[in-house]
């Protein structure tokens, strides 16, 4: 017992010295900010919409739905791509322009590998969006480590459609194509703590499974109505059949279409375990908390 606790202590020192040379490296280094988060935490920085900036606690970057220029709630800070710094990994969720809007920019911008539903990919490469070599297909259900062996993202349903529409910008002669099926992403990170992006959906039952099957802890969920789940429904998707420990609100106000408030999420959940970030585009929370 006595040598097991010293054996510990050992253990510990060992870990203290490593951090200590990591952080005195950090200190010196004189290039860019370094990336990898010293609290073993997740960063989220949510950008308006679907549009989220995620750093693993390895210091690895993932965009998911990067609709940010012609965003109109991302804060005019954000509005320069190259400002989002290294990012390793685009996800897509679906076809729609407020959810793949910089996904060609930032590609180009960044070097990063894009990874989405099958048919997505498909014509985001015939459309000469992607280059065939960084467009990464994948179906539901699919579980894929683009980042290496500690980060899991899988695929997952969602309830809605998804086409791509490129509009001429001479003639303003729009043209529409499949986009595959809609999807939502389960993103395990180094350290456990599961995210659940959920798209652009409605209710479906499923969502009582992802709930007991992938545990999010986490759940980035629309609120807006009319082309996802409103309030009431997000409520009841949140307290009943996801969860999770925390929830971010998001998809909503962006056009006046999107009519849900997260006032009015948060009356619908009522008393509830989950803890709710109402949070502003440009926030940045990290977890867990
Ligand atoms: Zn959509």
Redesign the pocket.
């Known amino acids: 017992m006595e040598r097991h606790r010293r054996k510990l202590l050992k253990l510990g020192s060992g870990l203290c010295l490593a951090l200590a040379v990591v952080a005195a490296a950090c200190a010196t280094a004189t290039g860019p900010a370094p990336t990898v988060s010293m609290d073993g935490k997740v960063e989220v920085l949510w950008l308006g919409q679907a549009a989220v900036r995620l750093t693993s606690p390895g210091g690895k970057v993932i965009v998911i739905d990067p609709f940010i220029t012609q965003n109109p709630k991302t804060p005019a800070d954000w509005k320069d791509l190259a400002k989002l710094g290294k990012v390793d990994v685009i996800l897509v969720t679906?076809g729609?322009g407020?959810?793949v809007g910089d996904v060609a920019a930032l590609q180009k911008l960044t070097g990063a590998t894009v990874l989405g539903p099958a048919g997505l990919m498909a014509t985001l490469v015939d459309l000469g969006w992607l280059p065939a070599d960084k467009a990464v297909r994948f179906g539901k259900g699919g579980r894929v480590n683009p980042l290496g062996p500690q980060i899991t993202i899988t695929q997952v349903r969602a309830e809605?459609?998804s086409e791509v529409t490129v509009t001429d910008p001479a003639t303003k002669k729009s043209t529409t194509y499949p986009g595959g099926e809609?999807c939502g992403f389960i993103i395990e990170f180094e350290n456990g703590f599961r995210l659940y992006h959920t798209g652009?959906t409605g209710l479906f039952g499923d969502m009582r499974l992802i709930g007991r099957y992938y545990r999010p802890d986490l759940v980035m969920i629309p609120i807006g109505g009319h082309?996802v789940m409103d309030p009431r429904d997000a409520a009841y998707a949140t307290r009943h059949m996801l969860k999770p420990r925390y929830a971010i609100p998001f998809h909503y106000g962006t056009f006046p279409v999107l009519k849900g408030t997260p006032q009015e999420y948060q009356q619908a959940l009522g008393q509830t375990s989950t803890q709710v970030f109402p949070i502003n585009p440009g926030d940045t929370l990290k977890f867990p908390l």
């Open positions: 679906h729609h407020d959810h809605h459609s809609p652009d082309f």
